[in-house]
């Protein structure tokens, strides 16, 4: 896989040159702005008490990748099935 032309901590708010979907990207960068951790390091959107990175970080994380013809085939962490 090619090396990121971006720090995945600190994704740019335009797409990339490699970007390949931009609009993928666009949404991708919302779901990581909403998805931030709060001072504490629990995400600001997940309720209740879901550390970062939740399961909408890794989601836009995803997207990143996929946005810049990267693989989907990565699985999803388990987000923890005790709610
Ligand atoms: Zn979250």
Request: hydrophobic letters at 35%; aromatic letters at 8%.
């Amino acid at each position: 896989m090619p090396a990121l032309s971006y720090d995945p901590a600190e994704p740019p708010a335009s797409p990339p040159p490699e970007c390949v979907i931009p609009l993928m990207w666009l949404m991708a960068y919302q779901l990581f702005r909403d998805h931030r951790p709060d001072r504490d390091g629990f995400c600001v959107t997940c309720v209740p008490d879901e550390f970062v990175p939740c399961v909408g970080r890794h989601l836009a994380e995803r997207g990143f990748r996929v946005a810049c013809g990267g693989s989907d085939a990565a699985p999803l962490p388990d987000s923890g099935a005790e709610r």
